[in-house]
Structure formats: structure tokens, C-alpha cells
Nanobody
Framework: QVQLVESGGGLVQAGGSLRLSCAAS????????MHWFRQAPGKEREFVAA????????NYADSVKGRFTISRDNAKNTVYLQMNSLKPEDTAVYYC?????????????????WGQGTQVTVSS
């Protein structure tokens, strides 16, 4: 089992920044690819970013390219999402997900472990 706990969400003005963290416990963190998703009210959960187990492979949704940066620290069992130039449309609950495979925008059931999410609200 892998337990994931997100943190770092909050309320920020448009143009501001936040850094989300996802702390993992349980099985070997470094053997898992890590992913960030988000879900806005009334919308489906959507892929945001992914990073391979070594950090060498990274992928972003087009909507966040150039603004968000995913990274990981395997020594701390933590994956991060640095979010800059935030827009009101970035408002959502942000979730991290772990899987032994790097998955890009695959059906949610393919991802083995999920956190509980952290709320990000961007005011205009």
C-alpha cells in the first residue's frame, strides 16, 4: 500500500503562485511514477502533470505548460507541483496519484493510488 497526502493548497490572487506537495508513505516511493490531477466543480478530473520514477520523464497538460513545474525528491518521498501565473480557471481540487507506470491522461481507474486532494482557489 501507498498512502498519499497532499498539502499546500489555498487561496491566491490571479498571477500568484502556490507550491503543492504530495507526501508518500508505504512502499518504495522511488519505484512509482507520480501524477497530478485536478477537478473543478462540475467537471471531470483532468490530468495536469506526471513525472517518472527517476524524474527523467516529465509531461504536462497543454493548459499548464510553461506555468506549472512538477518535481520529486525521492529522499523525502515527496512530489511537488510549483504553480506560477495562476489563473481563475486553475481553481480546483488537486490530487496526486501514484502508479508503477507513467500514465498520461489515462482512465482514472488505471492509477493505483490516490490522495484525498487539496483545494486551490484563484481569485480574479
Amino acid at each position: 500500500q501507498v498512502q498519499l497526502v497532499e498539502s499546500g493548497g489555498g487561496l491566491v490572487q490571479a498571477g500568484g503562485s502556490l507550491r503543492l506537495s504530495c507526501a508518500a508513505s508505504g512502499r518504495t516511493f522511488s519505484s512509482y511514477a507520480m501524477h497530478w490531477f485536478r477537478q473543478a466543480p462540475g467537471k471531470e478530473r483532468e490530468f495536469v502533470a506526471a513525472i517518472g520514477w527517476s524524474g527523467g520523464t516529465i509531461n504536462y497538460a497543454d493548459s499548464v505548460k510553461g506555468r506549472f513545474t512538477i518535481s520529486r525528491d525521492n529522499a523525502k518521498n515527496t512530489v511537488y507541483l510549483q504553480m506560477n501565473s495562476l489563473k481563475p480557471e486553475d481553481t480546483a481540487v488537486y490530487y496526486c496519484a501514484a502508479d508503477q507506470m507513467l500514465r498520461i491522461s489515462e482512465p482514472l481507474r488505471q492509477y493505483e493510488y490516490w490522495g484525498q486532494g487539496t483545494q486551490v482557489t484563484v481569485s480574479s
